[in-house]
Nanobody, 123 residues
Framework: QVQLVESGGGLVQAGGSLRLSCAAS????????MGWFRQAPGKEREFVAA????????YYADSVKGRFTMSRDNAKNAVYLQLNSLKPEDTAAYYC????????????????WGQGTQVTVSS
């Protein structure tokens, strides 16, 4: 089992920045592919970013590429998502997720999820 706890969400103006954190416990963290997903009201959950277990490779949705940066610290059992140049369309609940295998962008393949943290971007 893996427990995930997100933090760092909040209200920010367009163009602003936030840093989301996800703390993990349970299964060996360094063996997990970690992902961030988001879900806006009335919309399906969508892939945002992911990082390999070693941290050597990152993957991003086209909509956030160049603005968001995902990183991990295996010594601290944590992943981070730096959100820059935020837009109102980035408003959503952001979820941290984990899977004990290679990267995929489909949320249904991630068995472990946090409770989410809300990001609201005002125009």
């Amino acid at each position: 089992q893996v427990q995930l706890v997100e933090s760092g969400g909040g209200l920010v103006q367009a163009g602003g920045s936030l840093r989301l954190s996800c703390a993990a416990s349970g299964r060996t963290f360094s063996s997990l592919t970690m992902g961030w997903f988001r879900q806006a009201p009335g919309k399906e959950r969508e892939f945002v970013a992911a990082i390999k277990s070693s941290g050597g490779s990152t993957y991003y949705a086209d909509s956030v590429k160049g603005r968001f940066t995902m990183s991990r610290d295996n010594a601290k059992n944590a992943v981070y998502l730096q959100l820059n140049s935020l837009k109102p369309e980035d408003t959503a609940a952001y979820y941290c997720a984990a899977r004990p295998s290679v990267f995929v962008g489909d949320a249904s393949y991630y068995p472990y999820w946090g409770q989410g943290t809300q990001v609201t971007v005002s125009s």
